[in-house]
């Protein structure tokens, strides 16, 4: 009996401490405790005072400041009004589909859909109630505060390949549908470079005529670049190249000059070929910087489009995607996941809009909170949209941010 009373003592002890322990890390789902250690870029910075919420770890926007140089802002934006009626799956918002090639049959390895495919997506869409809009009604919809159709979808080809000319554009003629290719704008220039065919200009003139409309790509940045003596790839806009020659990395102002030369290059080249009133931007692998938002800005483009699915909204000026050709997937599953998105999931930017020096930023979960007057900023998703590196080393319970040029 001694024995029994012994351990029953000790285990209703151990209980309480658990129980206390969990009150203190998971109170509400919040918790308020310092990381043993914060670094940014290799150096030790003093740690804020933190919160764990939905065991995402918030830290506080003077933080961000201090120690990133990043001023972080929060808009919350006020709800839209709800979808109603038969076949309406959402309003006031607009999907927008990511295609690349287009082919007779299946490409395996390629990113890619087959002639038949398409065509039944563009039928189920119509017979779902979805209403394919152009690139100006859904311009006109972010920076005017225009209307558009219940179920808004908005088509977009990458790339600028020849196939869209020889299969996508006599179907979109036939269904009455717009569609906005970005294009390589080099690989026009000069369709002897190596590679599958792109579109040619009196091809491109051909179909903006019939309401086709065609934007950057970037003119000659759909590489990857080594960033490191090591060779390591990244995006060439994301990133400031190393010179191999030079056995160093680009300044930040030639990086900043190199991605302005392009873009801007591209801009002029489709504004004298095609009259374009406005400068729109298509990152080539979805990925961007600080550093190119900014370029982005100065060069007067307003709307620019990732890889990230999602569904958008008035206040997106870093609009989702959702690749219409993934490998293997039936046109009725495309037209259920998009229904499913409608339905059940939300941006973050339906709550307000996450601004970094300025920039509006795309956000696929959490959002800030106010505490205090202090505006508390999820870490990891405010890293992902600000191109922030985070490593997390849980048994030094330490915090690296790396923040590239």
Not at 87 to 105: A, E
Not at 191 to 203: F, M, Y
Not at 305 to 324: A, H, K, L, S
Not at 368 to 381: A, D, G, I, S, T
Request: proline share 6%; charged share 25%; hydrophobic share 35%.
């Amino acid at each position: 009996m001694f024995i029994y009373r012994k351990w029953s003592r000790l285990s209703v002890l151990s209980l309480l401490i658990l129980l206390s322990a969990a009150l203190t890390l998971g109170g509400c789902g919040r918790s308020q405790s310092k990381p043993t250690a914060f670094q940014v870029n290799g150096k030790a910075v003093p740690a804020p005072e933190v919160e764990l919420k939905e065991g995402e770890l918030y830290v506080p926007a003077s933080f961000l400041k201090e120690q990133l140089g990043m001023e972080v802002t929060w808009t919350p934006v006020p709800a839209e009004p709800e979808a109603k009626g038969p076949k309406v799956y959402y309003s006031n918002r607009v999907q927008t589909l990511m295609y690349h090639d287009i082919s007779p049959k299946d490409q395996p390895g390629r990113s890619s859909i087959t002639v038949a495919d398409f065509r039944k997506q563009l039928e189920l869409l119509r017979s779902e109630g979805f209403h394919v809009i152009s690139m100006d009604q859904y311009a006109d919809f972010l920076l005017n505060n225009g209307k558009v159709p219940d179920n808004a979808v908005l088509l977009t080809f990458d790339d600028g390949y020849e196939t869209f000319y020889t299969y996508a554009y006599p179907m979109l003629k036939e269904f009455g549908y717009p569609a906005t290719v970005f294009l390589i704008v080099s690989g026009v220039d000069d369709p002897s470079r190596p590679g599958s065919p792109k579109l040619k200009w009196d091809q491109i003139k051909e179909m903006n005529r019939d309401g086709m409309s065609f934007y950057s790509h970037t003119y000659d940045q759909h590489i990857t670049i080594p960033v490191d003596e090591k060779d390591s790839q990244k995006p060439a806009l994301m990133h400031a190249k190393y010179l191999k020659n030079e056995k160093r990395m680009e300044t930040q102002e030639e990086y900043r000059t190199r991605i302005q030369n392009d873009l801007a290059k591209a801009n002029e080249r489709l504004n004298a070929e095609l009259g374009n009133k406005r400068n729109i931007l298509c990152f080539p692998y979805g990925k961007y910087s600080l550093t190119t938002l900014d370029v982005a800005k100065s060069l007067g483009i307003e709307i620019m489009f990732t890889t990230m699915e999602g569904i958008d909204t008035r206040v997106d000026r870093i609009g989702y995607r959702m690749n219409g050709s993934k490998a293997g997937e039936k046109p009725e599953v495309l037209i259920s996941r998009m229904k499913k998105r409608a339905e059940t999931l939300e941006n973050a930017e339906t709550k307000g809009v996450l601004n970094v020096n300025g920039n509006p930023l795309p956000l696929s979960g959490l959002v800030p909170e106010e505490k205090e007057k202090e505006l508390l900023v999820p870490l990891r998703e405010f890293c992902t949209a600000a191109k922030v590196g985070i490593v997390h080393e849980k048994k030094q319970n330490l915090i690296e941010l790396t923040v590239s040029q």
